[in-house]
C-alpha cells in the first residue's frame, strides 16, 4: 500500500488540525493509502482517538522549523525536523509523497537538498489550482521563483501541462501567459520572448495572453507567470470567498441567501483542491496554506496519492531527461 508521509508540526493548527485532516483521508479513501504523521510523537498522539486506524502512524522528529528561519540553514542544522524526516522518508523509499503546511521555503529548499531536480528542470515550480466559472486552472508559478527568465516560463508550462494531463486527465492543457494585454507586444522583454517560445512550441497548446479578467472565465488549464505575481494572485483568490461571503451576510438575510448561494461560494474555496505541489523536484513533494483547516489537508493527502497513482514525477522525467526529444530544444533556448 502506498503511504503518505505528513508534516504533523507544520502549520498554524499543528498537530491537531493536520491530524484531523489525516483522519478524515483515511477513511474517506480506504484502502487507497496509508499516512505516516511525523513529528513530535506525545503532541500527535494527544490528538488521536483511542480507536487509531491502522493505516495511521506515528514517526518520531523532535524538532521543528519556524517560518522566520533561513529555508537553507534550518534543513541543514535541524536534521531531526519533522520537514526534514519526512522528506527524508520520501527520499528512502519509506513513503511515497510528503506533505506539509509548514514553512514554505523550508520544504522547498528541503525538496531541493534532500530530492533533487529531474533531470533538465531548471527550477522547480509550485503548481496551484484555482477554482474558476468552468473547470479548474493551475498556476504556475505560486511562489517559488520571484525573479524568472523566459526560459524558467517557457519549462513551467510544460511542468503544469503534465500535471494537469495526469491530475485531470487533460490530454493537450490549453495554456496561457498572464500578461496584462492580449496583444502578443505587451509586458516586457521578458513577456514577448516567453509568447515566442510557448507559440513556438509545437508541443504546447497555447492559447495566447490571459489577463486577469480572464482566469475566472476559465480561459486556460494553466496560467504561466513568475512567482511573484502567482503568489499575490493566489492570496487575493484565497480572501475572495470569505470576503464575499461577509459581505453578503451583513447585507442579506441568512435564509434568503439559502444553500444555493452557500454552494456557489465553496467554488471559490481553495481548500476543495488541498495543496500544491513543487513541480520539477525527483518525488512528490507538497505544500500547503499554513492556515490550512483539515478539508485542506485531507484534499492535499489525496492529491497527492494521485500524483503517485499517475507516475507524475515518471513522466515528468521522461518529458525533460537527457535522452528526451525536447532535450535539444531546452539546450537550444539556454544558449540563446
Known amino acids: 500500500m502506498r503511504r503518505i508521509a ?84 520520501l527520499r528512502s523509499g519509506e513513503a511515497d509523497a510528503f506533505i506539509s503546511a509548514g514553512s514554505t521555503g523550508a520544504v522547498m529548499a528541503g525538496s531541493r537538498l534532500l530530492l533533487g531536480m529531474i533531470a533538465g528542470v531548471e527550477r522547480p515550480t509550485l503548481g496551484t489550482i484555482f477554482p474558476t466559472a468552468g473547470p479548474p486552472v493551475l498556476v504556475v508559478d505560486s511562489g517559488a521563483n520571484i525573479d524568472t527568465r523566459a526560459s524558467h516560463l517557457h519549462q513551467f508550462a510544460h511542468l503544469g501541462s503534465v500535471y494537469m494531463r495526469d491530475l485531470l486527465g487533460l490530454e493537450r492543457p490549453r495554456v496561457g501567459l498572464l500578461n496584462v494585454g492580449e496583444e502578443q507586444t505587451k509586458g516586457g522583454d521578458r513577456a514577448v520572448t516567453t509568447y515566442r517560445l510557448l507559440e513556438e512550441d509545437e508541443d504546447l497548446h497555447f492559447v495566447g495572453n490571459v489577463e486577469g479578467h480572464g482566469i475566472i472565465r476559465g480561459m486556460c488549464d494553466v496560467l504561466v507567470c513568475d512567482g511573484f505575481a502567482g503568489n499575490v494572485l493566489l492570496k487575493f483568490y484565497e480572501s475572495i470567498a470569505g470576503f464575499m461571503a461577509g459581505v453578503l451576510e451583513a447585507k442579506l438575510d441568512p435564509e434568503a441567501c439559502g444553500d444555493g448561494l452557500r454552494e456557489a461560494l465553496t467554488m471559490l474555496d481553495y481548500t476543495q483542491y488541498g495543496g500544491a505541489p513543487l513541480l520539477g523536484v525527483n518525488g512528490v513533494s507538497v505544500i500547503c496554506h499554513g492556515a490550512s483547516p483539515p478539508r485542506a489537508i485531507k484534499n492535499a493527502i489525496g492529491v497527492a496519492a494521485t500524483c503517485v497513482e499517475s507516475g507524475m514525477v515518471e513522466d515528468l522525467a521522461s518529458e525533460f531527461g537527457p535522452t528526451s526529444r525536447r532535450a535539444r530544444v531546452w539546450r537550444r533556448i539556454r544558449r540563446r
Open 6 to 89: 505528513v508534516d504533523a508540526m507544520g502549520g498554524d493548527g499543528a498537530p491537531g488540525i493536520i491530524v484531523e485532516g489525516a483522519l478524515s483521508a483515511v477513511r474517506e479513501w480506504p484502502g487507497r493509502f496509508a499516512v505516516s504523521l511525523v513529528g513530535i510523537p506525545e503532541r500527535i498522539e494527544a490528538e488521536l482517538p483511542a480507536d487509531v486506524p491502522d493505516r495511521i502512524e506515528v514517526v518520531p522528529a523532535s524538532e521543528i522549523i519556524v517560518g522566520d528561519e533561513s529555508p537553507v540553514r534550518a534543513i541543514r542544522r535541524k536534521r531531526d525536523s519533522s520537514i526534514v524526516v519526512g522528506l527524508g522518508l
